[in-house]
């Protein structure tokens, strides 16, 4: 056990309501930030007490929240991540303790009932119920064992218990923490009967307290079911299991002969199939088994005998594709008469998937293009046996081809016509102008210009459409629009003004452009010169950064022989304004053209494709004698 509670960036985020890059821009700012006591340079560990009175003195905290002081308190009850688990189920005792007699009454037993961290735990009580308190520990353990325990997304859970059904008694062979057997429990206010087993110890500990405080009727085994099923003969109405993916060393050699492999031994590289054929043992007749699998054993060659069979037999129902890595089958044990189609669906909503195969799982001529269909069983019996949904959905119809190409080529007219207007009107000079340059970094110290430099590498979470733009760096070399979207946390963004230059490197050549509106970020890897507009021209600046010579120039050795760009190296040619301006207008409509080509190459390549779907549907076809419509361009 360790002397004194600690936390991470994360966790000091957390605590002061902001982003972790607030917290390392505190660190570089703020000489009296708290020094790690422990950790790695990579993830520093800082004193709890120490940081919070930082926080306190800065103002940026007014009242540690209990709930994380008590999971701060277990943590350091731990001493380590490797007990976290145990000392979580000992909290997870005392809070099932506490539902039980009250937390006054209860007579708080076990090691965990008189530490600082238990007293913490209890005193939560009184804010929330015991299944919140738990849970928010639960939420804080998952974080810090998120490489070592991959669990079941929620949206994932709640979707496979919905197509579980009305179900009574339910069935996890590799139940984890519970993710799947507490979507069922909630999922309906009946009584259910929960079993689950799984061959971590911790995981079930925290699995059965996690159910105990809900009031569930589980009965949670340890042990791994594949080779000590705990719940022999026992037939379920619902299997829902996620099972360990790529799992080598699953018993294949000792279980060859086994029973529960009616369609056949599975490889002894997709033991996802030995799953599959575990829950089919598992069913009662009527029952339905939810199993989620990798996508590629929707096609793997050596599963392809199984999953035959699976057709063949009519235990595959459907088969649901949540994402390229990521499919959902549906199965039943075969009663009476083979079905004759199997349900595909493909990338579409929870609701919808639920709402499609209620609506349609027995509907042999169901056809949604592009998103589910019922595909005839006799299609799917070839040489690959692919149940990839992707694969045997209809074309999606969107809308007409005809009408699409014709506006394209509209659009692309009106951009060509543009062309000729946007060359700029430049000529060979009668004398060559021998002017001198000078460094970005003396017109910097001259006061000609300013410079600021983004982060290199810094923590972005993209906002969606409610956030600010933020440039990237990619944005710059493409010369588009801003395309991220950012939450301003810190106050060390650089919001861009009009007139400014932003700058990139890209190829060992700066990447330049003028930045047309206010309000933009900068986003990592910019460089952005503001200029005195009426010492330089902004679109001569950013014109002459992107000359052959200002890469030579610019570009710093490094000891390794590569080079890297330095834009405050770059040169710039010392002109009168009036003259900066003629050639900085001559540098703004070249980019506009650049643009303009970029746009017309982008409706070119759709025209392409358009033309090849309105063929290929009937709805397009040439006119005879009809001239090129961009030919007078």
């Known amino acids: 056990m360790q002397d004194e509670a600690t936390v991470s960036a994360a966790d000091i985020a957390r605590l002061a309501g902001v982003g972790r890059a607030a917290v390392s821009n505190w660190r570089r700012r703020y000489p009296d930030f708290p020094q790690p006591v ?3 340079p990579a993830s520093p560990l800082f004193a709890l007490s120490e940081i919070e009175a930082w926080l306190r003195h800065e103002g940026k905290l007014h009242e540690l929240p209990l709930q994380e002081r008590a999971w701060q308190e277990l943590r350091a009850e731990a001493g380590d991540d490797l007990r976290l688990a145990e000392v979580l189920g000992d909290a997870g005792d005392l809070l099932l303790e506490c539902q039980a007699a ?8 076990g090691a965990l009932a008189k530490t600082g961290a238990g007293e913490a735990v209890v005193e939560l009580t009184a804010e929330r119920e015991t299944t919140q308190v738990f849970e928010f520990l639960f939420g804080r353990y998952r974080e810090t064992q998120a490489r070592r325990a991959a669990a079941t997304p929620p949206e994932i859970a709640g979707l496979m218990a919905a197509l579980a059904g009305d179900a009574r008694t339910i069935l996890d062979p590799a139940c984890g923490t ?3 057997l507490l979507a069922v429990s909630e999922n309906s206010a009946a009584p259910r009967r929960l079993l689950g087993q799984d061959a971590a110890a911790d995981a079930t500990r925290l699995a059965e307290i996690r159910l105990a405080l809900r009031s569930g009727d589980a009965n949670i085994r340890t042990g791994d079911s594949l080779r000590g099923d705990a719940f022999p003969g026992i037939l379920a109405d619902a299997v829902l299991c996620d099972p360990p993916f790529h799992e080598r060393a699953w018993g294949h050699e000792e279980l060859t002969a086994d029973p529960r492999w009616e369609y056949g031994l599975p490889p002894r590289l997709e033991p996802e199939l030995a799953w599959v054929q575990h829950a089919l043992t598992h069913l009662a007749p009527e029952g339905r088994a939810v199993v989620l699998m990798p996508a590629v054993a929707a096609g793997r060659r050596s599963g392809r005998r199984i999953r035959a069979q699976l057709l063949r037999r009519g235990a595959l129902r459907a088969v649901i594709a949540l994402s390229a890595t990521h499919h959902l089958w549906l199965l039943q044990r075969p ?12 990338g579409v909503d929870p609701e919808t998937i639920v709402t499609t195969w209620r609506a349609n799982g027995n509907d042999p001529d169901h056809d949604e293009p592009g998103v589910s269909r019922a595909v005839p069983v006799i299609d799917l019996l070839d040489e690959e046996v692919d149940l990839t949904p992707a694969r045997h959905l209809s074309t999606a119809r969107t809308e007409p081809t005809a009408e699409r190409f014709t506006d394209t080529r509209d659009r692309l007219a009106v951009v060509l016509g543009k062309f000729g207007e946007l060359v700029p009107a430049v000529r060979p000079s009668a004398d060559r102008r021998d002017s001198q340059s000078t460094a970005v970094a003396e017109l910097a110290r001259i006061g000609h210009l300013t410079i600021r430099q983004a982060p290199l590498r810094r923590e972005i979470e993209d906002a969606g459409d409610g956030g600010q733009p933020l440039l990237t760096a990619e944005d710059v070399i493409e010369g588009r629009p801003a395309s991220g979207r950012v939450r301003p946390g810190d106050a060390d963004w650089i919001t861009t003004r009009a007139g400014d230059i932003v700058v990139a490197v890209a190829a060992r050549r700066f990447a330049a452009r003028v930045v047309e509106a206010d309000d933009a970020l900068l986003g990592p890897q910019l460089s952005l010169l503001r200029v005195d507009p009426e010492r330089l021209d902004p679109y001569f600046v950013a014109g002459v950064l992107r000359s052959s010579a200002n890469v030579r120039s610019a570009t ?3 000891t390794g022989g590569a080079g890297r760009a330095d834009v405050r190296r770059a040169q710039v040619p010392r002109l009168p304004l009036e003259e900066q301006r ?3 207008d001559a540098f703004r409509r070249m980019a506009e053209f650049e643009s303009a080509l970029r746009s017309t190459a982008v409706m ?5 494709q358009l033309l090849a779907d309105g063929v290929a549907e009937g709805t397009l076809a040439p006119v005879p004698g009809e001239s090129p419509p961009f030919a007078d361009q």
């Open 582 to 584: 003629r050639y900085g």
């Open 604 to 608: 070119g390549a759709e025209m392409a």
């Open 556 to 558: 710093v050795q490094s």
């Open 178 to 180: 519970g993710e799947l």
């Open 102 to 109: 009250g937390a006054v009454q209860a007579r708080r037993r």
């Open 38 to 40: 422990g950790g790695t």
């Open 335 to 346: 009663e009476g008469g083979v079905p004759a189609t199997v349900l595909m669906i493909d």
